[in-house]
Structures are given as C-alpha cells and as structure tokens.
T-cell receptor
Framework: AQTVTQSQPEMSVQEAETVTLSCTYD???????LFWYKQPPSRQMILVIR??????QNATENRFSVNFQKAAKSFSLKISDSQLGDAAMYFC??????????FGTGTSLTVIP | EPEVTQTPSHQVTQMGQEVILRCVPI?????FYWYRQILGQKVEFLVS????????KSEIFDDQFSVERPDGSNFTLKIRSTKLEDSAMYFC????????????FGPGTRLTVL
C-alpha cells in the first residue's frame, strides 16, 4: 500500500531564514510522481513543486527545492528566504501511474516576522 | 487566473439526509476528482471522472456516493444518506490533458453531519 508520512505537524521559521519540511513515503512502484502542495488559510491547495521519480536531479522552483532520496523514500521540501506569505499548511503527495493521489497529514508552517 | 470553485463552503445536514456538493472545474479541464479530509487526518482520494464516467474510485466511495457532470460546467458529489462519519472537508480537483500530473484544487466544502 502506498502511504505518505509527514512527521512534523507544525514547524516555524524566522522570516528570511530557511526551513525544511520532511516527507517519507512507502511504495513498491519504481515509476511515480511526488508533489508538495501549499494550502493557505481558507484557500485552495496549490502546487508548489513536483518531482518525477525517474529523474535523479532534484526539482527547484525559485525559493523552493526538494531533496529527493529515492532509495530512502524521502522527499523533503526546502524553503529558502522564507516570506510571510509562505505561512500555510503544506501537504506532501504521491501519485503512481493512474489517478489516485496519496497525501500526508500536512505540516503547518508559521513564519515569524 | 482560472480557479476551481466549490459551493457551498459549509454544509450542515442531519444524519440520513442527502447532500449534493458542487464544483465548477477549470473550463478546459477534462479530468475531475473528489477528495475528502476528515479533521486531523489525511486527504483521501474518493473518485476520478473522465469522459462522463468514473475512471477510478477508492474503497471509501461506496454505493452511498455518486458523481455527475450534469452540464458542461458543474461536477457534483452526492451522498445519498449521510452518516456522522461523512463529516469532513471535501475537495474537488481538476486537470487538463497537458498537465498530466498537476491537479488544481478547489477551496473545499466543509460538511457537518449532525
């Protein structure tokens, strides 16, 4: 069974500092996709970054980057130069071929001015 | 920027009643999804819908649930006889053919069953 685990229910970071959110997953598949979604308060989830499992290079989107460790089944999100607008719930998600997404329970990120 | 919208934002109902949750996906999207999140738990996949039929569903999506695309814009989730354990946040999502793995989510409908 595919499961996604986010072991940090809450994290905080000083504005302009760097924070890393953890995610691990369990799968027997070799081809799959991983995602980080952000959900601001009372707003919909938006895609932050995605990673194809067959790619060894870690994905990067501006201040957001991932550390993808396929053998360890780890997919952490690093946010650099944190901004107040980064405060949100962050969900890690996994998708194999097909339609089903599997989500973690989320990490609530607070950015301290 | 186009967004997925959902109505109502909060629905309160009595156990045993039928509810219909509504979603308007992004207009050129072809694939539609429903997820739910029970308070404090994971977001769980319910069903995917393409070409006017269900393409995949989870074990949660039993006979009490149904989905429909009644016209060219709406995508609905019906729960025929609600149970207390159906209380959750329900998210709709959509994607188009090009962004094959990026789903765009709505803000959710909070369903409370009393």
């Amino acid at each position: 069974a595919q499961t996604v685990t986010q072991s940090q229910p809450e994290m905080s970071v000083q504005e302009a500092e760097t924070v890393t959110l953890s995610c691990t997953y369990d799968t027997s598949e070799s081809d799959y996709y991983l995602f980080w979604y952000k959900q601001p308060p009372s707003r919909q989830m938006i895609l932050v970054i995605r990673q194809e499992a067959y790619k060894q290079q870690n994905a990067t989107e501006n201040r957001f980057s991932v550390n993808f460790q396929k053998a360890a089944k780890s997919f952490s999100l690093k946010i650099s130069d944190s901004q107040l607008g980064d405060a949100a719930m962050y969900f890690c998600a996994y998708r194999r071929s097909g339609n089903q997404f599997y989500f973690g329970t989320g990490t609530s990120l607070t950015v301290i001015p | 920027e186009p967004e997925v919208t959902q109505t109502p934002s909060h629905q309160v109902t009595q156990m045993g009643q039928e509810v219909i949750l509504r979603c308007v996906p992004i207009s050129n999207h072809l694939y539609f999804y429903w997820y739910r999140q029970i308070l404090g738990q994971k977001v769980e996949f319910l069903v995917s819908f393409y070409n006017n039929e269900i393409s995949e569903k989870s074990e949660i999506f039993d006979d009490q649930f149904s989905v429909e695309r009644p016209d060219g814009s709406n995508f609905t989730l019906k729960i025929r006889s609600t149970k207390l354990e159906d209380s959750a946040m329900y998210f709709c999502a959509s994607r188009n053919r090009e962004t094959t793995d990026t789903q765009y989510f709505g803000p959710g409908t909070r369903l409370t069953v009393l």
